[in-house]
């Protein structure tokens, strides 16, 4: 073998192994793609996805969508390959992988955070669809957080009637209440446990991350005779499926089909006033609604401007900020009449 020869084999070997590298070689990425969706007015493994007792309940027609976004897992990493087609795909996106996935933070506790957000979602969800169906419900404690000013005085389940004097009469006046008073002062809840009234005096202390926010370390919930189940397991996680939940909550428990048999999808995440919010993987979640054969998609204000650039040939992308917002927008579609906010450039 010539000089010559041997040179140019070793630099084809050296290429090979170095692109073998390159193309095997982890990449700091994770990716969004279009996940399923999920017919919250139906049925999953033989029982309804929402699920509600105590309550009278009406029938229903059409199917309400909730949407999500697959995820590179936490415990897989994308190759160079793999992140060039996620890229040249235009119903994917990359994000670099710190942004979703911390790393202070392990696969485990990720998953808890998501199965946490889902579960809390749901319970605003029950709050803000209970309050537009005018249903009855008491303000409870649900949680009281370990080492907090609370512990001891606080119990889950207590119905919280006023505080500080004043009646609650909606889920988020209690947060608002606590945050009047300066951190160290002491603030008066009127309880119900059991049967028996008592005041009970919580002094708060400061938020970690803000010491100028007050706390007593307790969550709060909804106590009613209505009782909703949603029966997903822990398959999806995360905030954003609130509003789809709100609004199936809110359809059944009232007269009359609110979709009037349209095929209607979308996302946003939801407080217990019916306040609507931001997810993130909009594009991704329109493109599988549409796959799935939705003509109507629901989307957070906030993300109007970044659904207009998702393929949405032949699905209507309806606006909305409230839970309120979102039902007289189907009233509307279901009607035929009346305005329906859309995103526009």
Request: aromatic share 4%; proline share 6%.
């Given at each position: 073998m010539t000089r010559r020869t041997a040179t140019l084999v070793t630099s084809i070997v050296v290429l090979v192994v170095s692109l073998?590298?390159?193309t095997a070689f982890p990449v700091p990425f994770v990716s969004f793609s279009p996940g399923p969706v999920k017919d919250t007015l139906g049925s999953t493994k033989n029982k309804?996805?929402?699920?509600?007792?105590?309550?009278?309940?009406?029938?229903?027609?059409?199917?309400?969508d909730l949407t999500t976004v697959s995820v590179t897992s936490p415990d897989r990493q994308l190759t160079l390959p793999q992140a060039m087609r996620n890229w040249l795909d235009p119903h994917h996106d990359l994000f670099p992988r710190e942004i979703i996935y911390p790393p202070?933070?392990?696969?485990?506790?990720?998953?808890?955070?998501?199965?946490?957000?889902?579960?809390g979602s749901q319970d605003s969800a029950v709050a803000a669809a209970l309050q537009a169906a005018k249903v009855p419900f008491h303000t409870k404690v649900?949680?009281?957080?370990?080492?907090?000013?609370?512990q001891g005085k606080l119990k889950a389940g207590d119905i919280v009637l006023a505080v500080d004097g004043q009646t609650v009469t909606q889920v988020p006046q209690v947060g608002e209440f606590v945050r009047k008073h300066k951190v160290g002062e002491n603030v008066v809840f009127l309880i119900r446990r059991g049967t028996a009234e008592q005041?009970?005096?919580?002094?708060?202390?400061?938020?970690?991350?803000?010491?100028?926010r007050p706390m007593v370390g307790i969550t709060i919930g909804v106590d009613s005779q209505v009782k909703v189940t949603v029966n997903l397991?822990?398959?999806?996680?995360?905030?954003?499926?609130?509003?789809?939940?709100?609004?199936?909550?809110?359809?059944?428990?009232?007269?009359g089909a609110l979709l009037n048999g349209k095929h209607v999808a979308g996302t946003g995440t939801i407080d217990a006033l019916g306040q609507v919010g931001a997810i993130g993987g909009i594009q991704q979640k329109i493109?599988?609604?549409?796959?799935?054969?939705?003509?109507?998609?629901?989307?957070?204000?906030?993300?109007?401007?970044?659904?207009?650039?998702a393929d949405v040939n032949g699905i209507q992308l309806v606006k909305i900020s409230t839970l309120t917002d979102a039902i007289s927008a189907l009233q509307a579609l279901a009607d035929g009449k009346g305005d329906v906010p859309s995103c526009s450039q």
């Amino acid at each position: 073998m010539t000089r010559r020869t041997a040179t140019l084999v070793t630099s084809i070997v050296v290429l090979v192994v170095s692109l073998g590298l390159v193309t095997a070689f982890p990449v700091p990425f994770v990716s969004f793609s279009p996940g399923p969706v999920k017919d919250t007015l139906g049925s999953t493994k033989n029982k309804p996805v929402v699920e509600i007792t105590g309550h009278d309940t009406f029938p229903t027609t059409g199917q309400l969508d909730l949407t999500t976004v697959s995820v590179t897992s936490p415990d897989r990493q994308l190759t160079l390959p793999q992140a060039m087609r996620n890229w040249l795909d235009p119903h994917h996106d990359l994000f670099p992988r710190e942004i979703i996935y911390p790393p202070d933070q392990s696969a485990d506790e990720v998953e808890q955070q998501n199965t946490a957000e889902m579960t809390g979602s749901q319970d605003s969800a029950v709050a803000a669809a209970l309050q537009a169906a005018k249903v009855p419900f008491h303000t409870k404690v649900s949680t009281v957080a370990d080492n907090s000013p609370a512990q001891g005085k606080l119990k889950a389940g207590d119905i919280v009637l006023a505080v500080d004097g004043q009646t609650v009469t909606q889920v988020p006046q209690v947060g608002e209440f606590v945050r009047k008073h300066k951190v160290g002062e002491n603030v008066v809840f009127l309880i119900r446990r059991g049967t028996a009234e008592q005041t009970v005096q919580v002094k708060t202390a400061a938020t970690p991350g803000d010491e100028t926010r007050p706390m007593v370390g307790i969550t709060i919930g909804v106590d009613s005779q209505v009782k909703v189940t949603v029966n997903l397991g822990q398959d999806i996680g995360g905030p954003s499926a609130g509003t789809a939940f709100a609004l199936a909550i809110y359809d059944k428990l009232t007269p009359g089909a609110l979709l009037n048999g349209k095929h209607v999808a979308g996302t946003g995440t939801i407080d217990a006033l019916g306040q609507v919010g931001a997810i993130g993987g909009i594009q991704q979640k329109i493109a599988g609604a549409r796959n799935d054969g939705a003509t109507v998609f629901l989307v957070p204000a906030p993300n109007c401007a970044a659904a207009l650039h998702a393929d949405v040939n032949g699905i209507q992308l309806v606006k909305i900020s409230t839970l309120t917002d979102a039902i007289s927008a189907l009233q509307a579609l279901a009607d035929g009449k009346g305005d329906v906010p859309s995103c526009s450039q």
